[in-house]
């Protein structure tokens, strides 16, 4: 899988030089390509990227939804974007927060049965984009890539989370 030239790849050539691949560019690349390819194949549903993820997120919890916080923390996400896309997702009947039965400050996140329907209606679209994309790896190589970037996903949030 790693065509890189041994002679850059072993040469002591800083992390960051042009004629290496650099991690942070290859990530926002993918994800920039991938959240836009699906945007353009929901478009039609009134549904972001974002929003689907919330809701499939939310439909894969506890019955009783999750806060607000535990929802930002499952999709990697901070606490103001979480409140601004719920805040329309409410509007727009797919969401509603109710207050935490134990925890005064917190809010609980359950799906309206609009978003479940948009959901069912749209997933096929993520299951076919995913699958193409995953389709440019050899078959044999699939898990193991998302075995890897997991862990590279985990490396960065505790890195964030100055836990090292």
Not at 34 to 53: E, G, V, W, Y
């Amino acid at each position: 899988m790693d065509s890189f030239p041994n002679d850059i790849k072993d040469a002591g050539i800083p992390l960051d030089a042009p004629a290496r691949r650099r991690l942070p560019i290859l990530l926002r690349r993918s994800w920039y390509g991938l959240n836009q390819a699906f945007r353009r194949r929901i478009s039609k549903m009134n549904l972001t990227p974002d929003q689907f993820t919330v809701i499939r997120t939310l439909l894969e919890a506890a019955p009783e939804g999750l806060t607000q916080k535990a929802l930002a923390d499952a999709i990697s996400s901070d606490p103001n974007t979480i409140a601004s896309l719920l805040e329309r997702m409410e509007s727009n009947g797919l969401v509603k927060r109710r207050p935490h039965e134990k925890d005064r400050r917190a809010n609980r996140v359950e799906l309206m049965p609009k978003a479940k329907s948009k959901y069912e209606a749209i997933r096929q679209e993520a299951i076919e984009l995913q699958g193409h994309v995953l389709e440019q790896l050899p078959k044999s190589d699939r898990e193991k890539f998302l075995s890897q970037l997991e862990i590279i996903a985990e490396a960065c949030k505790n890195i964030s989370n100055n836990r090292r």
